[in-house]
């Protein structure tokens, strides 16, 4: 089974609205993306977790974007793992499965220090998981840009690795790898069960630019892909219009059913 949705719920006071609004079109998913900050309250959190649930929609969290586990400075490490854990906490009263983030930048440290220093940073957040009981799964994401942490080799052996999960995006594949790579992406992810995000995306040697709406035929790939592997996937569309690119996804995987 693969569920769709859009990154972006709105704003607290039109959020039950907007999933009703995802339930009639047939939509099962939305990432609530906390990019900027932490903008729903435990209280909010637990109606809009009501309501996720009657419209049997499966809630997840992007965590805001300033984060860097690999920072110079341990201030700024501390920063980031409190943004992740209040995400989590959050995400617990929503019933939220998981958190996705964007692990850090290499910077001046070469890409094997990098992933020992975010490794353990990880393995400390998750302790803070546990001590909470809070059924939430951390989700570091594949990212984009070169010169960041998140190769679709260092997401698979950090999930090994700390026992984290993972968010596949394969926009973000495309803009690194210059293709979508599924055989190496089959190989790296055993897992029975993906998270993933999907949209357009421009780029350039560097990796990439900017999202941008998802063509069809795009769609087609991605999801002849998921097809064949019978993975159980989530696909959460990052682009300028999440709502309508997922309900395109869901028809173009119905007339491949």
């Not at 190769?151 to 026992?163: A, C, D, F, R, T």
């Not at 984290?164 to 973000?172: K, P, T």
Request: aromatic share 10%; hydrophobic share 35%.
């Amino acid at each position: 089974m693969i569920r769709f949705g859009p990154a972006g719920l709105g704003g607290v006071n039109e959020a039950i609205k907007n999933l009703k609004d995802f339930s009639d079109r047939g939509l099962n998913a939305c990432e609530i993306a906390f990019t900027y900050g932490i903008y729903i309250t435990d209280k909010d959190a637990l109606e809009i977790g009501k309501a996720a649930k009657k419209f049997k929609i499966e809630l997840s969290i992007h965590a805001p974007y300033w984060i860097n586990l690999n920072s110079e400075e341990k201030k700024k490490i501390e920063e980031s793992k409190k943004r992740i854990v209040n995400s989590c906490e959050i995400a617990s009263y929503l019933g939220a499965k998981r958190v996705v983030f964007h692990s850090g930048f290499y910077g001046k440290k070469s890409k094997e220090e990098s992933f020992e220093n975010i490794k353990n940073e990880v393995k400390e957040i998750m302790k803070v998981i546990e001590g909470n009981n809070w059924d939430v799964e951390l989700c570091p994401e594949v990212m984009g840009k070169k010169n960041v942490f998140g190769s679709i080799e260092e997401i698979s052996e950090l999930s090994k690795q700390s026992g984290c999960g993972f968010c596949i995006d394969f926009a973000h594949i495309l803009a690194r790898y210059d293709d979508y790579s599924f055989e190496l992406v089959e190989k790296y992810f055993p897992q029975k069960k993906w998270h993933c995000h999907f949209s357009g995306i421009e780029y350039s040697e560097k990796g990439e630019k900017r999202h941008k709406k998802t063509e069809e035929k795009e769609w087609e790939k991605v999801l002849k892909f998921l097809k064949k592997t019978g993975k159980e996937a989530i696909i959460i569309n990052e682009s300028p219009e999440p709502v309508e690119d997922s309900v395109m996804g869901l028809k173009v995987y119905k007339k491949l059913l």
